[in-house]
């Protein structure tokens, strides 16, 4: 059995060489951003799967104690003969990717390739682990598409030992990659991110000089002088190159008017507004970072005392600080321009938010310094704004929203006073009126606070015991069955032939096989009709104003007569015109139309009778004297009508 087992891994191992070697032909320039796939083998990848026998010994632990083996061997066989900074290191990373591609396939065991990575990265300094996590960054996806819940106990603990080997002072952007990978790679709400029992970070403890004599420490650091003597932990002397240049030196002339932040003021006045002085303040100063890293000790009314006195202090303290760094800018001289000068060519400026300190440095000697650094006065009052969030959150309003969440470890018995409520909003109203101040404050304070007012919804996420953010995918019947509504809902529906309420537009369509266009150029569109044509419609509408039922049916009745009325009169006009003297006001159209009438029975007469008919003789004379007064007399019809309907239109059935 024990042979058999060899022999397997010596198969193992030749066939893992022999995709090795297409590895190194498909990359050929040895670069970790070109991930190799199961198309770049030729099917070699197939073949690993019957190196051991059946299938069903190949699926067995059997066969991935093998190849797990075989994987080993030749990975310590390539970290032993080639350095992470050589070309032929290429091939581990070909060998990670092989590892990857049998685990997606079920081949090996799953966690394999993060088992390799780990060991790696515990072989490799910090500069090599760079390297690796620049593979990890380039395949991801990859890596934590498949088998996840296998792999992340190992992508945890590799990553949080890496974190314990890297400073956060010197390697402070590699831990931020190292943790942008973890963010990228567990779901959102992963129990192992979440801190369901609300947890502080109690470790972190701020260590500081012990000043007894208060006042009595008169001893200043002389920024040209001695080099400045640490008193804390390894961290300060490893940042204390890159902490920034403060905003005002203390020259050796100045110690005793700058040596401390409040002058004596002669005023009583001013006396009582000026802060305390820094050596009594350096104590009160550091020891808000406990309350800052336990806010429970708070629940206790004593180190909320000194708490409440602590931060006010500070706060006005920094308020001092600002007021006077206006005044010298404003009266600054111009040794202090070339000072400024300086301090800009060196990128440090009047230190900016974009300065970042990963640990604070808490010698006496460096506390005027530090407290001058606008940076560093914003960065301890968000400190404060986060635990004042958290003490306002604890009031009986507050509270009243969370009652009924099921996460009972960060819903706390302890309720706020109203006198403390009262003093943590004023509180946050002044900090937040300090934070707009300074160069970009309105940015800085919009940013700050954008991000604790969403840190709210997080903390109700939390006392909900985080319930999952990501829904589950939508079965695929109520999908069809949704898609089917979306198109029946979509789906073009048959109209009537006439819908209610809608007009009838029968006259658009071609009857009689007639085009429009040829409808439109019939003589009825353009010939002016007869006067007789109005005489039945004039009817009608006599007819609807003696049967109107009320008196809008009939004064439209009556307009549409008189306008039908003075459209024949306008054509009569023309032909008629000596007839108008026999109309009354245009009530009597009758006669019109008989006078029409016997006029065409008189002239078929005359021409059955012939020749027979005497002739009349009239004279000239007597035939203008009838026309002027013919025509006087229709022109006097032709005016009353007018007044009556003022509208000109042609058409007969109007």
Known sequence: MGSAKVESVESYTSAINVLLEKAHDVNPDATIEHPLTPADFDGGIENVRFIGGSVEEAS??????????????????????????????????????????????EQCEPSLVFWLIEELLDS??????????????????????????????????????????????????????????????????????????????????????????????????????????????????????????????????????????????KDVEQAKEAPISI????????????????????????????????????????????????????????????????????????????????????????????????????HILVQALILIDFLLSLTTKSKSKLENMSNKSVLYQYTLEEDDAKWAAQMKSDIATYLQQGPEGKFYYRMVDTVLSRDKNWVRWKAESCPPIEKPSVPADQFLAAMTGAQKASANKRLRAVPMGSLDLSFLSDGDNVDGLVQLKHPDRYTVPTAESFREPIREDEFDIEMAKSEEDKQLATEARASKLWRTLRVASKSKLNLFDRIDDGNDLDALFKSNEDGEDRENQGDEEGDESPTLEVSEGAVETVKEESTASALKNSEAIGAMSPAIETSPNS
């Open 60 to 105: 067995s632990q059997v066969h991935y104690a093998a190849i797990e083996t075989a994987f080993r061997n030749i990975f310590y066989e390539q970290l032993a003969s080639s350095s992470i900074e050589s070309a032929s290191f290429s091939q581990v990373w070909n060998l990670l990717d092989i590892v990857s591609i049998l685990s997606d396939n």
């Open 279 to 378: 050596n009594n303040l350096y104590p009160v100063f550091w020891a808000l970072q406990e309350s800052f890293s336990k806010p429970t000790r708070l629940f206790d009314a004593v180190y909320l005392k000194s708490f409440k006195d602590g931060l006010q202090s500070t706060l006005s303290t920094f308020k001092y600080l600002h007021q006077e760094q206006n005044l010298r800018s404003v009266s600054k001289t111009i040794d202090d321009s070339a000072r400024g000068a300086k301090r800009k060519r060196g990128g440090r400026g009047d230190g900016s938010a974009s300065d970042f300190n990963p640990k604070y440095l808490t010698s006496r000697d460096l506390f005027e310094l530090e407290i001058s650094d606008l940076s560093f006065r914003r």
């Open 124 to 265: 490799q300094t910090i500069e090599g682990c760079r390297k690796v996590f620049d593979y990890l960054d380039s395949r991801r996806e990859r890596l934590t598409a498949k088998h996840f819940k296998n792999k992340q106990l190992i992508i945890l603990r590799a990553c949080n030992e890496l974190l314990r080997r890297l400073s956060r002072a010197e390697d402070t952007v590699f831990c931020g990659r190292v943790f942008i990978f973890l963010f990228q790679s567990f779901p959102l709400g992963d129990k192992s991110s979440v801190n369901l029992r609300g947890e502080f970070h109690v470790n972190n403890i701020t260590v500081y000089d012990d000043i007894a004599g208060g006042d009595q420490h008169a001893e200043q650091m002389e920024v040209d002088g001695d080099p400045v003597k640490a008193h804390t932990a390894k961290d300060e002397t490893n940042v204390i190159k890159e902490m920034p240049t403060p905003l005002r030196k203390i020259d050796v002339q100045d110690t005793r008017s700058e040596s401390k932040v409040p002058i004596i003021h």
